[in-house]
Nanobody
């Protein structure tokens, strides 16, 4: 059973930055897809950024502001978030998919951007 643990959320002013971390209990090589999702109150969960087959991709709303990266020895996936806006306020979740198409989710971390 794989576990994902997110951290790094918090309260930040608009224009500020946060870095989210997602630590996996298994090697990063276990996964063929890694991603960060978010869910705002009353809205559906949406993909923010992902790494699929080694390539990063982003939602249009965060392109140029967010960066996803991974540290293989630390078994960690990061989401660097810059120039934060109030509409970025949400619970952010880490997701990892293994090579046999099993999905794992973290418990989520709250990001609140004050305007």
């Amino acid at each position: 059973q794989v576990q994902l643990v997110e951290s790094g959320g918090g309260l930040v002013q608009a224009g500020g930055s946060l870095r989210l971390s997602c630590v996996a209990s298994a090697s990063i090589f276990t996964f063929n897809r890694l991603g960060w999702y978010r869910q705002a109150p009353g809205k559906q969960r949406e993909l923010v950024a992902g790494i699929t087959n080694g390539l990063a991709h982003y939602a249009d709303s965060v392109k140029g502001r967010f960066t996803i990266s991974k540290d293989i020895p630390k078994k960690t996936v990061y989401l660097q978030m810059n120039s934060l806006k109030s509409e970025d306020t949400a619970v952010y979740f880490c997701r990892a998919r293994t090579w046999d198409d099993t999905d794992y989710w973290g418990q989520g971390t709250q990001v609140t951007v004050s305007s």
